[in-house]
């Protein structure tokens, strides 16, 4: 076994792991894919490597649970692909492949083809800002349709016109300077103050906090809309106003234009700003109020409650300007007793009449999936018992019975039936495909087997499911697209040994499966470790699986038990037949990237991944009420297992995990002697710091305040009586994980006599981006991991 061991340095500087996980770090991946809508083309779209520490550490603005980048007006911390290529379906040798002459140094975002396949439209992040371009197929060379004037702060800039004949943009007013900036002298003290008006809100990070903070998101939100065509002509459209979203018509004719409102709250996030949404005809004329949302900051606490009002308004797929829409018939209250909760309207153009009702649920509007001829298929869930349903609707006849087609869990994955698959509806958007009255439906296969892909006929009249065809050992493959013949489609295949890649096949023997894509193994460094789902149960016999990564060149005789890396995630379950189930497979292609813990396998650890560590709370029982009991039942069973396997030193074990994981972490460092280390990343210990709910836990601190104070590792602060790591990013926007979680354990720890240590990484969110904070990352999890759990041997 190859030990790494440093000592830390006096100096705070970025450190880099071993030159075996420096090189598959840095290694290219491979590109992504995006198949033209008539199924013709493949556009290959290189990865950026990862960013710098110093391109994260750009300027950046936060407002109202947005981070934006002031100099661009886009997304903070946007990278964009580095290249574009064109292939037609069906080759991948070098000769068929167009690659896109893009400009020097392109960052390319927000790539969309558009609805005649002509063209496809990009985004480039230059210096000055947002850039609109286009290329094609037949004429790769780009253009420019319009310079540094995009407004990406809140969703994408751009939406392609069905007709073809150009985009709809938001873009900054000419003369629109840099946001304001904030007067080094104070104006006066904060004031907030509520007057007897229950308005709850979760934990969220980034929200406005001042009139200087509302000044700057009001600027950077200010867009004009325009009409961008493939000239590069702009026709104004709409004055300068504080857009959400402006979305054209399927049939071209018509813009659904959402705008926020204030007063603006420093309790929530702008997607719960007031707003509203009107319909304007494209050509000009007067709009139409379709809704006009209030603040929704007193949205109720318990999950599944929504705002109140006409929300989730949009487009009919199957109609050329037709507007659908949802409204809560409980007043958006997931904690009332109510028979029905959501009603389902439509609203044709031209908007003025009365909606029809289409539908009305039991449980809470879960979406909606457009057919033609009358075919709807609408979900409904509930957080609470986990159950969802979907139904047909007859939408040409609103008076008839909806027929029910599934009913299941949520977290039952062996009963997933899988997804309709979709075509070009009548006006380019896409709608349910049906072939001979039967919807055809993709999923991933998932049994006590394991993971088997599958396609599959559903006749809508029967209720009838034949399978068309499924994948076998030793591969996992996956239908991406079903062409115009629904006897062939497009796969990802992938093997334990081969990368994924895209195949054509067909139904028809006579025609041999077809390479789509030729793509390499970018870390052949790991083609030796070995990969096993391996079963076992914990003691209340609750079956439990996980997935057991060997280093490379281990033999067992000769190398004996190994330093075991644990990762783990707790899950809560509301089934223990759902909690029980397996759904991971080791005939995947597994390579690392970022901060993986897979990483410490070129170290000759054993790594033992997600090992499943349900919490279950069956019928009225709470999950997080037997948290820890069940949390370290969980733990034990997988120890014991790879220990009673040989593979486990239980002398050299290291917990571990990000977020959740590095909660569940610090628990079982505080309530067992399993582990001799731990490593927790970017984690909330103390629950009383989100007192209206965290992860899986609706109740709030009041309704049961032994749950968050019994849940909070910082409560237990001086049992932790192992080794622990604590990295945190020091700009988390994660909900309720707040960098002072880390810091404030850190202190009680070590006013306990603990060892404990704790690192900042700067500039970084919730997860870890920059090369050199994943590279520190890294070096940190493995000394930390060689000190306390695989010293070297004197």
Known sequence: MLLFIALALAAEVYQDPPPAIVEALDAPRPPAISFSRDNATMLELARPELPSIAELSEPRLRVAGLQVNPRTFGRAGALGYTAMTFRPLGRHDRVARTQVPLPPGARVTNVSWSYDDAHVAFTNIAEEGLELWITSRDAPEPRRLIGPRLNGVYGSPCSWLTDGSGLVCKVRPEGHGAPPERDPVPVGPKIEESLGRVAPARTYQNLLTDAHDERVFEHLLTSE??????????????????YDDVSPSPDASWLLVTRL????SRSVPASRFARTIEAMPIQGG?????SDLPLADDVPVPFGSVRTGRRTVYWRADQGAELYFVEALDGGDAGAEAELRDALYTLPAPFDGEPTRLWQSELRYAGVRWGTDGLALVSESWWRTRRVRTWQLDTSKPEAEPILHWDRSSQDRYGDPGRPAVRRGPHGWSVLRVEEGSLLLTGPGWSPEGMYPFYDRY?????QTDRVWQARDPWVEQVVRILDDPARFVTSRQSATQPPNYQLRSLNRRQPLQALTAFSDWAPAFSDVKKEVVRYTREDGLPLSATLYLPPGYRPKRDGPLPTIFWAYPSEFKSRDDAGQVTRTDRGFSRPGGSSHLFFLLQGYAVVDDPSIPIVGEGDDEPNDTFIEQLVAGAEAAVQTFVDRGVTDPDRTVVGG???GAFMTAHLLAHSSLFRAGIARSGAYNRTLTPFGFQGEERTFWQAPQTYLELSPFTHAHKIDEPILLLHGADDSNSGTYPIQS???YEAIKGHGGTVRWVVLPSEDHGYRARESVGHALWEMLRWAEQHAAPLEP
Do not use: C, F, N
């Not at 325009?226 to 106003?241: E, F, I, M």
């Not at 409102?261 to 603006?264: F, K, S, V």
């Not at 006749?459 to 209720?463: D, P, R």
């Open 261 to 264: 409102r204030g007063p603006w």
């Open 225 to 242: 809309i325009v009409k961008v065509d493939l000239q590069g002509r702009v026709t104004p459209l709409l004055d300068a106003d504080l």
């Open 459 to 463: 006749t809508l009249a029967t209720q």
């Open 286 to 290: 007067e709009p139409v109020l379709v």
């Open 658 to 660: 990000h977020s959740y």
């Open 743 to 745: 810091e404030r354990l």
